[in-house]
């Protein structure tokens, strides 16, 4: 069974540092990408940033580029986000989710909430 | 960037009617579009990717259809469990998502 497990929430003050993981199980994690995305608080979905099996390719929303880094580690079947310079607009539940092909993914986490508050 | 406009933002309907979602984006995606449910507290759910194709274990009454700028997900006949949020996700150039479209009980 697919099993994606995000971890590192909080609450961290503006311009502020977090870094999430997502540690998965059920599936040969080196062969997939994998994208995080988030909900801000009573809103929709964005798609933050997508990384390929090998880590060769790497992309992100305009909204979080320069701020934040996907990174992986195959060794212990987890995925990492990096995020910096942090600002109120950050504030959402991420989600780690398996793609399927690009940003579509069809395994999901249940979210873990990051508020950038002061 | 890719636009993608989810009409309408709400639709009320019965159990057992048929319903009708819309996506339209601001340039072709060509097929790259999935649908995701989302109900509250819960994660997004894929029902459809590649604009047609029902996602593993979705049920036969939710279909996608369309290409290029127009799609529509279709349920034909709504069940208890279906009332949640739908987005549509493009996948031709990085992967924004539409506004959603809650399905609300009439």
């Known amino acids: 069974e697919v099993q994606l497990a995000e971890s590192g929430g909080g609450l961290v003050k503006p311009g502020g540092s977090l870094r999430l993981s997502c540690a998965a199980s059920?599936?040969?994690?080196?062969?997939?990408?994998m994208n995080w995305v988030r909900q801000a608080p009573g809103k929709g979905l964005e798609w933050v940033s997508i990384?390929?099996?090998?880590?060769?390719?790497?992309y992100y929303a305009d909204s979080v580029k320069g701020r934040f880094t996907i990174s992986r580690d195959n060794a212990k079947n987890s995925l990492y986000l990096q995020m910096n310079s942090l600002r109120a607009e950050d504030t959402a539940v991420y989600y780690c989710?398996?793609?399927?092909?690009?940003?579509?993914?069809?395994?999901w986490g249940q979210g873990t909430l990051v508020t950038v508050s002061s | 960037e890719i636009v993608l406009t989810q009409s309408p933002a709400t639709l009320s309907l019965s159990p057992g009617e048929r319903a009708t979602l819309s996506c339209r984006a601001s340039?072709?995606?060509?097929?790259?579009l999935a649908w995701y449910q989302q109900k509250p507290g819960q994660a997004p759910r894929l029902l459809i990717y590649?604009?047609?194709n029902r996602a593993t274990g979705i049920p036969a009454r939710f279909s996608g259809s369309g290409s290029g700028t127009d799609f529509t997900l279709t349920i034909s006949s709504l069940e208890p469990e279906d009332f949640a949020v739908y987005y549509c996700?493009?996948?031709?150039?990085?992967?924004?998502f539409g506004h959603g479209t809650k399905v609300e009980i009439k």
């Open positions: 989710a398996r793609s399927m092909v690009g940003p579509t993914s069809d395994y």
């Open positions: 059920g599936f040969t994690f080196s062969t997939y990408s």
């Open positions: 990384i390929s099996g090998s880590s060769a390719y790497i």
């Open positions: 340039q072709s995606v060509s097929s790259y």
């Open positions: 590649d604009a047609s």
């Open positions: 996700q493009q996948g031709r150039n990085w992967g924004t």
